[in-house]
């Protein structure tokens, strides 16, 4: 297919400016530079529209909207003037659990409610007041939480049952565990049948403390964090199950632990757990420490007891499980399970006893999110970049015949949300001309009606071109793409300061075909002031395939320099390029990027703003650093060429370094340790922290940060 993204966009010039107040998302102005949105949500096949005072259903044949209630009469039929606890603010986040049930959630920061608005009464109540990780099953109407570090369970009746007392700092129950890896982000996670709660233990007593300080008392107190560093110790997790019915807890019988043996044994990340759709057993994918063997492992949940291993998956650098198994509605014998173990993530159909029945979808292209299941024509519905790298779009494929079949037309980038049935769609998309569009797709007749078509919020206000393209990798074969953002009167005959911004890290893209191909307002702003800015999604970004992404294996940050100075070489064959005044500026992995680029090609860049950056992988944390790098002991070749500490000797240009003084993802180490060995070196970094503020800048901070960023450029690049 024809790359779409190479038109270049010049937007329709007016006299208005933007500040930083406008553009960035922690300013004051923001949301009124946001494209229209509506709050959307499915009662079964019903669709609800909310806003804050009222609540409509909309006929999704013709998109006519009806009364349904409003906040008054939620407030009056919640009688929250006699308990203030249940006062409602908005209806922006009321859910329909219950096809066919006219029941409504509503609540605030104390209380949860579930309400009957054709009764006009509460039905149910919980405190969610001082919780942490509030879990709520519909089915049996219980509650898990966490508070005071142990966890609870509250019964459909509202008997309170404590399940844990040994809770702390160091054991932590029913929360994230392995630092949010693996896609986990929560720690409870209820039965098909709400009978039964499987919830994580994570016992991190072993990890080593990272000394944060908060410095805002007048004598400033020491607030240690737990940081599994690379080749250090990490956390132990086992998975334990709460059975309503008995009141019992039952431990899985997992793999394990030998803690007389090395560190690389002690440890298994259990992840993406799934149920049963009868509620009697769970799946693991359970990841060996070298992250290279993944096995997917059914559980009795009754008795805990390891039933089988269903599915193996090795490599020989690593394996990355983000998706829990989900069973087919149709059928409770048969499961889809995800993996790119061709190349490229797709679905592939099991049956209950661990035999591979068929690859449901394949090609060279990935699947991005599985939206659901239809049971009419016994299809699941997906997103994928099936057309083009930059584009998602949205799909259904037969379980039965394979076919694929496009459940819209217009390209651009497609985020969906399935009714319960799977008959009805919500298709909110943007292209790089439009804001945003939402549609409703009836899944079966592959037809929609338009809800929405914003507006441009920004039409009043001086806009940048915005352009899309590709180049060649380093490798001379592999398609790269970049975003170019030009200032809105873009003279050809002029040389314009050029400011390279970079990410290139695992689990992330900066391009796509998306409202002004996804470019960040910053960039918008940095136009605004006569620059160009440029952005490359080298090898190692997300959504390109395992091969892609594996490129830097081992060696982090070296393929995706080499792939930046390919971005740097097309910049500087054109004219309007100044290439004595280019400029680097990158966050996190960007910040480490900002640093490596700064300091291996130090006449290249002459000026780089460094956010938050990785310096040494060793001091990373276990998960992320060991899967893309193995252990420090494993590894020390690439360990020691990936340190930015050698670099400090050759840095060149003005190199300004801003980190949150709290940092507990990229912890102050890093910077300090850069700092330190500039200063045996004799180079002369510039460095900026934020006290409090933690790896990504806050609310109003995030305004004076990027307004930091901008003048260190203006000071000296420009």
């Known amino acids: 297919m024809a790359l779409s993204a190479m038109l270049t966009l010049p937007m329709t010039a007016q006299d208005k400016l933007f500040t930083l107040e406008d553009l ?56 929250s003037n006699e308990d203030e606890n249940r006062y409602v603010r908005h209806l922006q986040n009321v859910t329909f659990p219950y096809p066919g049930k006219p029941l409504v959630t509503v609540g605030n920061k104390k209380a949860f ?16 007041s001082g919780q942490t990780a509030n879990d709520w099953s519909k089915e049996s109407r219980a509650t898990a939480w966490v508070e005071n570090n142990q966890l609870y369970v509250s019964d459909g009746e509202g008997r309170k049952h404590q399940l844990t007392t040994d809770g702390s700092r160091e054991i932590v129950y029913g929360q994230s565990v392995h630092r949010d890896e693996f896609g986990i982000t929560k720690g409870t996670f209820w039965s098909p049948d709400g009978q039964r709660l ?8 072993m990890v080593t403390d990272y000394p944060q300080v908060d410095v805002f008392p007048r004598t400033a ?46 440890t298994c990340y259990f992840t993406n757990l799934a149920w049963s759709p009868d509620s009697r057993h769970i799946y693991l994918q359970e990841l060996n420490r070298d992250q290279n063997d993944c096995r997917l492992v059914s559980y009795d949940a009754a008795t805990g007891k390891r039933l ?24 409770a014998s048969l499961f889809i399970l995800q993996s790119q173990r061709d190349g490229y993530n797709h679905l592939y159909l099991y049956n209950s006893e661990g035999k591979l029945l068929k690859q449901v979808t394949q090609g060279p292209w990935v699947v991005l999110e599985v939206l659901g299941f239809n049971q009419k024509t016994k299809s699941i519905v997906f997103a994928a970049n099936k057309e083009h790298p930059l584009h998602r779009r949205l799909y ?40 945003r569009c939402i549609d409703i797709v009836d899944v079966n007749k592959q037809k929609g009606v338009r809800l929405l078509t914003a507006d441009d919020p920004w039409a009043d206000y001086q806009q940048p071109i915005f352009e899309c393209g590709s180049i060649k990798a380093a490798d001379g074969t592999t398609d790269l793409y970049y975003r170019m953002v030009k200032p809105h009167d873009f003279d050809v005959n002029k040389k314009y300061p050029t400011v390279v911004y970079v990410y290139g890290g695992p689990h992330a893209h900066n391009v796509e075909a998306s409202w002004h191909w996804a470019s960040r307002s910053w960039e918008t702003y940095m136009a605004q002031k006569g620059y160009i800015v440029f952005i490359l999604d080298n090898r190692g970004s997300e959504n390109r395939g395992r091969d892609f992404e594996q490129a830097t294996f081992r060696q982090l940050g070296q393929v995706e320099m080499k792939d930046q100075m390919e971005g740097v ?91 949150g003084y709290n940092d507990r993802t990229v912890v102050p180490q890093h910077c300090l340790s850069f700092l330190d060995a500039c200063v045996k070196a004799g180079t002369q970094p510039d460095f900026f922290a934020y006290p ?16 930091r960023i901008t003048q260190y450029f203006e000071d000296f690049l420009k």
């Open 24 to 79: 960035n998302y922690g300013g004051a102005n923001f949301h009124n530079f946001r494209p229209k949105n509506l709050q959307l949500t499915w009662w079964g096949d019903r669709l609800v529209r909310t806003d804050v005072e009222e609540c409509y259903t909309i006929d999704v044949k013709t998109g006519k909207k009806k009364l349904l209630f409003t906040l008054e009469q939620i407030n009056e039929w919640a009688d």
């Open 113 to 128: 409610m579930l309400l009957d608005f054709k009764a006009h009464k509460v039905v149910w109540q919980d405190s969610i």
């Open 198 to 205: 499987a919830f994580y233990r994570m016992d991190q007593s």
């Open 221 to 266: 107190t020491y607030e240690p964090d737990k940081y599994p560093m690379a080749g250090g110790n990490a956390h132990v997790v086992t998975i334990g199950v709460f059975d309503l019915r008995t009141r019992k807890t039952t431990y899985l019988q997992t793999p394990a632990v030998n803690y007389a043996a090395t560190a690389l044994q002690q």
């Open 308 to 331: 089988a291993e269903l599915y193996r998956e090795t490599s020989d650098k690593y394996v990355e499980p983000l998706h829990p198994i989900q069973f087919l509605p149709w059928d």
């Open 396 to 435: 259904s494929v037969s379980v039965t015949s394979g076919q694929v079949k496009a459940l819209e037309s217009t390209d651009g980038v497609h985020r969906g949300v399935l009714s319960s049935s799977g008959n009805y769609l919500i298709d909110r998309f943007t292209t790089p001309t439009t804001p």
């Open 569 to 659: 070489r097309y910049l500087k064959s054109l004219p309007y390029v100044d290439a004595d005044r280019l400029g680097v500026h990158g966050w996190s992995y960007g910040g480490f990027m900002t640093i490596s680029l700064m300091t291996n090609y130090p006449d290249v860049f002459k000026v780089g703003v460094a956010g938050g950056p990785v310096i040494d992988w060793k001091w990373y944390e276990v998960m992320y650093g060991e899967r893309y790098m193995d252990t420090p002991q494993q590894n020390p070749e690439g360990y020691e060429k990936c340190s930015l500490l050698r670099q400090a000797k050759n840095l060149k240009g003005k190199l300004q370094i801003i980190t």
């Open 692 to 707: 409090g503020e933690e790896h990504n800048m806050r609310g109003h901070a995030s305004v004076h940060l990027h307004e």
